[in-house]
């Protein structure tokens, strides 16, 4: 049986700045060139899969542009047309620029939309020569101070969470009037999936940057203690960085290697299926950028323990169990709690899918973004006239 929620096709209301669709009518059709990034389709794929389908119904066509190394398998359902190019350095932009341009001369987009910061600046470029209006996504605080002073085709900025919403107006990166926060929404699980199989070892899986030693050597430490304590619990950490050796050499030390295993780096689909077969999910540092990490955990059922609490999905004790990233003690007094009390970790991850169902569902990223869309054409267009 399928455990997970489907983008029902149904808008959800009011789209941005109040405008609404009239029961029974339908727009007229819209083309919109989604620009991708190096990695972009490796990070977002998980919340622009069910934006790509909801799309369909709002009469919205995507052409994907996007770099000839791009893995399209990250899409389950990818755009109509797909442009590949060639990213070139700063004296071949103009180059870069005709050649994609050239191959979109016989569907002209109406929009085009930099799906995250790394395209911005190619989609400006491409948005200055084709005299089109642009739309920028921000999932990263670090978007608001490299993103730029906006032009005036940028129409829209569609951030991902408040802070990063309020980072864009401090630096003025646009007009607070076209900064608009839309959550990356993701399909979302019927029920927890926590500790279905009592006869299984438990799986508790981390994912992080291994870059800050003192973090990783909490999260070892911790993990040590609960196979201390006799609890039958496997254990993931999933990740890259200069520390690497580092952790596991005292994984080795600490009496670890049977029972943990190590990876690198996933995909976002990639690791959301990991997720999925996962009864604890850890995610001690997750860096400057929305950690799509746990987002995918709670919209996967399974509780989430939060190195910090400046996510907008992480309330502790509602929606996640937050905890000291630097401390083995208090993670592993945070994971033993879950092990012991497995109804109440049940209860921690109900009500965090409902967060998500609240606030992360299709149906209302596709209904904002739609809307946005036709928006910013709108005004686009009254100006040239």
Known sequence: MNDITEYDGQPAGLTAEGSQEQAGQRSSPLHVGWVAGKDTLDSLAPTLNPLAVGLMDELVELTLLCPRQADLGELSGPPTEIVRYSPSFWPLRCVETRAILAEQESRKPDLLHALDFSAAGLTRRLARQANLPYVVSSFSLADTRR?????????????????????????????????????????????????????????????????????????????????????????????????????????????????????????????GKIIMAADIFVSPDPGPGIDFGGLMAIASGVPLLAGSDTEDFVTDGQTALVFDPTSARDLTDKLSGLLEDRAAARALAENALEHCREQHRPSAMVSTVAGLYRQVVAQFESRRR
């Open 147 to 271: 993103l730029g002073r906006a032009d005036a085709r940028l129409g829209a900025v569609l951030a991902g969470g408040e802070k990063i919403e309020l980072g864009i107006i401090k630096h003025h990166v646009a007009a607070a009037a076209k900064v608009h926060r839309v959550p990356p929404a993701l399909y979302v699980a019927k029920r927890p999936r926590c500790f279905r199989d009592p006869t299984h070892s438990v799986a508790v899986v981390a994912a992080c940057r291994l870059r800050r030693w003192k973090v990783l050597l909490a999260l070892a430490g911790a993990f040590a203690e609960l196979k201390k304590r006799g609890y039958d619990c496997v254990f993931m950490i999933i990740g890259s960085g200069g520390q690497e050796r580092r952790l596991r050499k005292l994984a080795d030390q600490t009496g670890l290697q049977r029972d943990l295993t190590f990876a690198d780096k996933q995909s976002g689909v990639q690791l």
